[in-house]
């Protein structure tokens, strides 16, 4: 079955950086595209980013855009999310999540997702 | 990018059945995925490809599409059906993920 576990996130001040990580195992990673996904406390799903199985293309949201940046590195089966000038209104969890199937098939059906990790944004 | 509408929170008596809705046009281009979401848990997936069902997911639900909506229906809803649904597309650019805002379903 397989999972992800995502790591790194907790307390930051506004303007201050964080940097998320995914761990894949038991699933395969490096011919997949990979998602960020998040929720704030007690709001809905927003999709982040994107980045293809081979890492040259990624795709953000029009509110991380400029800000975060979404990277892998496919030997260490590990999915990364750089948040910079960090914004109270980006307090959420983040959720990694694998498509069901590979390649460049561009679907947004998730069948894999992380635990989720909380970033909290605050002074 | 194109936004999806869901109703906020939608109420079924035990054993009833339940359409929860998704308006967008997105539809007209890209399929519909349903994600089900208890409260402290990760999201999963309960329908995808407007009427495909991942292993494990029960019969009673079923999906469909017209142009501008799409629709999971749960026949016969049961206790455990009782969380948070989100639909999902893509926007025009086909780059970018979208999510409804959610629709709490209560099973009474």
């Known amino acids: 079955q397989g999972q992800l576990v995502e790591s790194g996130g907790g307390v930051v001040q506004p303007g201050g950086s964080l940097r998320l990580s995914c761990a894949a195992s038991?699933?395969?990673?490096?011919?997949?595209?990979m998602h960020w996904v998040r929720q704030a406390p007690g709001k809905g799903l927003e999709w982040v980013a994107v980045?293809?199985?081979?890492?040259?293309?990624?795709f953000y949201a029009d509110s991380v855009k400029g800000r975060f940046t979404i990277s892998r590195d496919n030997s260490r089966n590990t999915l990364y999310l750089q948040m910079n000038s960090l914004r109270t209104e980006d307090t959420a969890v983040y959720y990694c999540?694998?498509?069901?199937?590979?390649?460049?098939?561009?679907?947004?059906?998730?069948?894999?997702w992380g635990q989720g990790s909380l970033v909290t944004v605050s002074s | 990018s194109s936004e999806l509408t869901q109703d906020p929170a939608v109420s079924v008596a035990l054993g009833q059945t339940v359409r929860i809705t998704c308006q967008g046009d997105n539809f007209r281009t890209f399929y519909a995925t349903w994600y089900q979401q208890k409260p402290g848990q990760a999201p999963t997936l309960v329908m995808y490809?407007?009427?495909d069902r991942p292993s494990g997911i029960p019969d009673r639900f079923s999906g469909s599409i017209s142009r501008d909506s799409a629709s999971l229906t749960i026949t016969g809803a049961q206790p455990e059906d009782e969380s948070d649904y989100y639909c999902t597309s893509r926007d025009s650019s086909g780059n970018h993920v979208v999510f409804g805002g959610g629709t709490r379903l209560t099973v009474l």
């Open positions: 490809g407007n009427n």
């Open positions: 980045i293809s199985y081979d890492g040259s293309r990624k």
């Open positions: 038991g699933l395969t990673f490096s011919t997949y595209a």
């Open positions: 999540a694998r498509p069901y199937c590979g390649g460049d098939c561009g679907s947004h059906t998730f069948d894999h």
